[in-house]
Structures are given as structure tokens and as C-alpha cells.
């Protein structure tokens, strides 16, 4: 969220080097807000929701104003909403080491240490994001029946390690890509040997980079759904799907949905607050150099 | 301890589908304790060579000693040297202090040791009050200093230096070029360095090295390749501004500049005469021409170049291009014709213009 705020001002050099249509700085500032009340809109009225009784809730025109209840979220908590979150603790939590483990040796050999054939890993590595995974799910769906792994943590962290993997080598690449050469060479002559130079030189460098990675993959699985949807029930489902629990044929329950959403956002939010200016700065630094 | 150094044969060959050898057969013995410089135009090589020595560059063929130890194949760690990057190559995440003591570190020396070490390195270069520091926190002047503070406190058998003052502005490259000159005099560590700036190598360097193509032109002291280049991109090369070179026809005793004959040295001639020239590349510096007011050639003054002591003059004579050095407080107007004449005998350098030789 908090990279979506940011993101108008970000936009915002443009118009100001054209002279023709210079902006004052006043008009920036109301500019960004409107923009930035824009994207945030859903999650106050999210928010806002969350607070209301289910009569509230469905009053046309909208109430603004109520006496803000926690009724709705204690009825989450109580209505089974702990498993589903250790679930996607466990599966996020899991993913994102390994992800990190295999990443970081495969961004830094596809990067200070080319290895042959680097372009056509890199290549392979982005094409595995190219089937839309609808297409794959049906054999994905026989193959955790067959290997037993259907409604288990397990399934999920295989596929929310592999589905972040190329992303975060690519992301990782260019990190370790703006690593000065000649620093490293300073450290071989200094008299430190590969693991001495990983530890104490690059890595120090690159953390940034490291922490911004894994936060997007932090976000990416504990959002994540269409896996979790198709090849979890009871027993495995991660919050989305308990989320889509609320959505039942005798209709909507509009401010416990809302209770809930909020809790499930919470985390993803806490992290991306503290995070906020190394994300911001991470994915910036891949990008531009 | 400070050691020789001797590069024997060394190339460095970048395979391809035309293989280019970067540094060709370089023959270099640099004796304890010498300050060397490496000099020479872009892609010339120096660097490399620098940085086969370094171990940072394979050695394709030949071999490279630093003291009595074969070096070739190993790796930096155990070559006992130390460098300085034109870039400065320091740590970001180290404070100035750690910076400087990282090496020592790695070597296992106590923490009192390296604080000895370091502290001593500061004083020696006016760091001591931004030990604390992050390098992001320093002028590119003060980067420059702990790169070197790095280097001297491995107390090393040779410092490489690539280019370590291109990066400062150019008041202060010429105070640190002489700071660095003083500390390799006290430190007395052999060093060599590497620069395009032939101003900074005739200035810092016991002997001079000058490449051209991966191969050694010519190492020699830098008055000896003043006076004697061996070969016409020696001679264009050092100096500034740089040496007037014309082919000229060859006449008797000397060689036809429009309508007059400069003399040349009868050895000059001879030699000339015996590889059955008919035209030479012939050389003079700016500093070695003057003003006349009777014989010379003469020159139309395309431009002034006033720098205060002296001025320049920028002219044509026929097709050939000359610079002369002038007294810079009754420089003549560009429009001007002046005449010309050799400032004294001996000052003037010959080539063969087929093999760029000198002739002698």
C-alpha cells in the first residue's frame, strides 16, 4: 500500500520539466492527495466497514457515521480465522527462506560470477512466469492428488517457492549487478576468499536489495489465491481462501468480510510500513541506476 | 619488506575471434624501492599489465616476479600488494577505520595491532578526525587519502596504483600527485603506477614506462625520454604541449621546411643516408623554437594560446602544423607572420618515418 501512495509523486517530474505545463508546487501537492485518497479509498472503506454492525453495512446511501463496533472481528477470530493465518504464516514464512536460499547463489552466479549461458538462464527463469498458471492447474491439481499432497501446507510452498523464484533471481541480479567491480576486487587483494568476500563485502551491500526481495515475496504469498483456492480445503487453507468463505449463497456479509480483509491486510501492512523505505528504495534501485 | 619486481615476457591475450593481445611480450624489471609509472594512451594496456601484476588479469604467456617469489599463477591475497582503484573501491558499509583495517583483519592480527596500525596510517595522512566515518561521508580528496591509508597500513612489497588522482579536481590532483611522490619517498615501498596523464608521469615517476598497444615503447627516466624518445609516438607523447613533428625532405645536412634547411647532426644525416631515406620525421618541441628576426621560416600565427609566463603559437607552414613556445608578454596577433628559428643545435629529433625509429 504504501508503494502505491508514493506512486504519484514519483510520477510527478514529468510534467514539472515540460515548462509549458509547469505546475505550481501547491497544485503538485493537491494532485498527489487526490490521487493518493484514489488508491487508498477501498482500503478506508474497508476499514470503515470493519467497524460497522451488518445492518450498517448495507444502508443505501452509505452511513458515514455510526457507533463503531468490534462485534464483526471478534466473530472472525472466533469463526476459525487462527488456522487459516498460521497456515499462511507457515507457507509465506517457508517460501520466502527458500526462495532466499536458492536465489541468492543463483542471482549472484547469473551475475558477479557469469557462469555460460547466462542469458538463456535469465530467459528461462522469465518464461516459466509466462503460462498463465490457469493452464497448468488441472495437472498441478493430479499431481499433489497423486503425490498426496493435496490440502497440505507442503503443496503450497513448493509452488510459492517456485512461482517467486525467477522473480526474485531477476530482482536479485540487478542488486548485485550495481555491486562495484573493482570493490570486490579490493577485497581479493585485501586477502579475503569467496565466503569471506560474500559475508563481509557483497552481501552487506546488496541487504537492501535482499529485504526489498523478500518482502515482495512475502506480499506475493500471502495474497496469493488461485493455488491456494484449487489445491486446499480445510485442513491447508491460507487466509484468501478463508476470506472467500464469506461470500455464501444466502448473500454477502458485508462487515464481517470487511473484519476480516482487515485482519488478513494487517500483516502485509505492519511489514510494508516498516519496510517502506527500503522497498522503495530497492525496487527503485534495480530499475534506475 | 619492499621487493623487485620483473615482468618477463608477459602477455595478456583476450581470446576472440580475433584473439587481441592487450599487453604483448612486456619486458620490465623495476628495481626495489623504484616509483615506475605506466603510461600511455587509451587502450594501450597499462592497466592491464597493472593488473596481471595485481593478479587480477590472467598471464597468458611469460611470467611476473615480485621479489624472488614466482607470482603467475597466484591468487591477489598471496601477492603481498596492496592497491589503490581509480574509483577508490571502498567498503560503503565500513567506517574509515574499518576500512583500513580489513585487510589486517582478515590476516588475524589482535584489535590493538590493527588500531596501532591504523592510527598511525591516519596521522601519516591527515585522517585521524574521520576515522568514524563512513566513506559516504568524506570528500572525494578524503576518499582518495584512506584508499592510500588502506594501501600503506599492509606495509606490502609493492603498491599498484590505477590512476588514483583522476577522479580529483585539478588543484588538488596536483597538491595529492606530490604527496603521494613524498609518501613513496618515505614509505620507499616499490610502486607502480598507472596513469594517461603524462604530466603526472614525468612529475612522480623515478623511470617511465610508455605503452602504445600492449607493447612497451620505451622505460626510461623521464628526462631521458624527453630528450630521447626512441620513437615518434614516444617523442608526440610526452611533453605538453606536445612535439612539432613533420615529414620533411630530406636536402643536404639537413631537412627542407618550405623555403629554408634546418640542420640536422651529422650522425643524424648519415644514419638517414644509410638506410637510403629520402624524407624523415623530423621533431622539434615548442620550447625549442624562437623568434627571429632574420633567417628561420616563416610561420602564419593561427592562434594564441596565453597561459601568463608564456604564450603559444599555433601556425602553419605549408601543410605542417607548428607550435612555438613564446615570451608571453609581447606575443605577436594571430594574423601575424613571424619567422622562426631553432633555439640551439642538438635540440632537434629525427625518425625514420617507415619504422618511427629514432636516427642517430
Known sequence: ?289 | MSAEVVYEKASRIYPGAQAVRAVDQLDLDVPDGEFLVLVGPSGSGKSTALRMLAGLEDVDEGAIRIGDRDVTGLPPKDRDIAMVFQSYALYPHMTVADNMGFALKLRGLSKADIDAKVAEAAKMLDLSKYLDRKPKALSGGQRQRVAMGRAIVREPSVFLMDEPLSNLDAKLRVETRANIAKLQQRLGTTTIYVTHDQVEAMTMGDRVAVLKDGVLQQCASPRELYENPTNSFVAGFIGSPAMNLANLPLTEGGVKLGDVVLPLPRSVVSAASSQDLKEVTFGVRPESLQLVSEGGFELVVELVEELGADAYLHGKVGDDRFVVRVDGRTPPRMGDNVRVGLRGEGETHAFNPETTLRLS
Open chain 1, 1 to 289: 500500500m504504501t508503494t502505491l501512495a508514493t506512486r504519484p509523486e514519483t510520477a510527478t517530474p514529468a510534467p514539472a520539466r515540460k515548462p509549458k505545463r509547469k505546475l505550481g508546487p501547491g497544485a503538485l501537492t493537491v494532485v498527489t492527495w487526490v490521487i493518493a485518497i484514489l488508491f487508498v479509498f477501498p482500503l478506508l472503506w474497508m476499514i470503515l466497514t470493519a467497524f460497522k454492525q451488518e445492518a450498517d453495512a448495507y444502508t443505501d446511501p452509505p452511513k458515514l457515521f455510526f457507533s463503531p463496533t468490534f462485534d464483526q472481528i471478534a466473530n472472525v477470530l472466533k469463526g476459525g480465522f487462527l488456522p487459516y493465518v498460521s497456515n499462511s504464516a507457515f507457507v509465506t514464512v517457508l517460501s520466502t527462506l527458500l526462495v532466499l536460499l536458492l536465489g541468492i547463489p543463483a542471482a549472484y552466479a547469473l551475475s558477479l560470477a557469469p557462469v555460460k549461458k547466462t542469458s538463456n538462464a535469465l530467459g528461462f527463469f522469465l518464461s516459466t512466469k509466462m503460462l498463465p498458471i490457469v493452464a497448468a492447474i488441472i495437472p498441478l491439481y493430479i499431481i499433489s492428488q497423486n503425490t498426496e499432497l493435496l490440502d497440505t501446507v507442503w503443496a503450497l510452498v513448493i509452488l510459492y517457492t517456485s512461482m517467486n523464484l525467477p522473480l526474485a533471481i531477476w530482482m536479485m541480479r540487478s542488486f548485485f549487478l550495481e555491486v562495484p567491480h573493482e570493490m570486490i576486487e579490493a577485497g581479493r587483494i585485501d586477502g579475503a576468499n569467496l565466503p569471506t568476500l560474500l559475508r563481509k563485502i557483497i552481501m552487506p551491500v546488496v541487504a537492501p536489495g535482499i529485504a526489498a526481495t523478500a518482502l515482495i515475496c512475502v506480499i506475493f504469498s500471502w495474497t496469493e489465491f488461485f493455488y491456494a483456492v484449487n489445491l486446499t480445503a480445510a485442513r491447508a487453507g491460507t487466509v484468501p481462501v478463508f476470506l472467500v468463505g464469506f461470500i455464501t449463497s444466502e448473500g454477502l456479509y458485508w462487515a464481517q468480510l470487511s473484519a476480516a480483509a482487515l485482519l488478513a491486510s494487517l500483516p502485509v501492512m505492519i511489514v510494508g510500513w516498516f519496510a517502506q523505505n527500503h522497498l522503495v528504495r530497492g525496487l527503485s534501485m534495480g530499475a534506475v541506476k
